[in-house]
């Protein structure tokens, strides 16, 4: 169970209606939230995660660094990273148990954790925000402004809501996850070919770690919302 979204039409984009706008003030999209999807399977690989993460990511520019867990695992977690725990780390960190966004029973779903990365869009306040999974480990300094860069716009196009600011994205085989690409497709009931070329010789975005416009992430949920 998703909650549902207050969803209004697009004059520009028929059949893809745009999440309303909150009242509450969001961030500039000049900074970044960082979401880790985690369960205590996988808990034996945060803390390299974590400490990766402390040694190489700058908190300039970072809005926060949220824990998605299940609410039953979350306890686990709190002596490390609530409280007076917190204030240890470098930027703000909390625990979200990841029930306050969707409703589920199958704990250890593989498609439930990408319905998380899609959903947590709804309570971020930031444009755009980097997906990880406990597995992701950082080799290098990671700084918010080398992965979103400005963009040059004339003064029409920021009248239409649209990032001053683009996020940087890795490429991949599109052979490695060939039937994604249809299957979507067909779940958005989008005419084939059009999301991506079916030229299996093509380079396609590539997965997790990535980062997401939360934008287009709620018109997707949207047009699932509005089609479901």
């Known amino acids: 169970h998703v909650q549902p979204l207050h969803c209004i039409s697009d004059t520009n984009q028929p059949g893809w209606p745009r999440a309303m706008e909150s009242s509450e003030k969001s961030l500039l999209d000049s900074h970044l939230t960082l979401i880790i999807v985690s369960a205590k399977s996988d ?3 945060l803390p390299l995660t974590l400490a990766s993460l402390v040694c190489h990511l700058d908190y300039r520019q970072l809005s926060k660094v949220i824990l998605l867990v299940p609410r ?22 909390s625990i979200m148990p990841d029930d306050n966004i969707l409703q589920h029973t199958h704990t ?4 439930l954790q990408m319905m998380f990365k899609l ?9 755009y925000y980097m997906i990880l999974d406990s597995d992701c480990i950082a080799l290098s300094p990671i700084h918010v402004t080398q992965l979103l860069w ?3 716009m004339s003064s ?14 890795q490429l991949e085989e599109r052979s490695d996850h060939a039937e994604w690409w249809p299957e979507s497709e067909q779940l958005l009931q989008i005419e084939p070919n059009t999301c991506v070329t079916n ?3 093509t380079k396609s975005i590539g997965v997790t770690p990535a ?13 699932l919302q509005k089609l479901y």
Do not use: D
């Open 72 to 93: 039953q695992h979350a306890t686990l977690l709190e002596p490390f990273l609530v409280g007076e725990a917190s204030g240890h780390w470098p930027w703000p960190i």
């Open 199 to 201: 030229n299996p010789s």
């Open 43 to 45: 808990f034996k690989r």
């Open 108 to 111: 250890h779903s593989y498609r």
């Open 119 to 127: 959903v947590i869009a709804q309570v971020i306040k930031t444009e």
């Open 156 to 169: 029409s196009k920021t009248s239409h809501s649209i990032p001053s600011h683009q996020a940087l994205y």
């Open 211 to 223: 980062i997401l416009s939360k934008s287009i992430a709620l018109m997707t949920l949207c047009r």
């Open 150 to 152: 400005q963009q040059n």
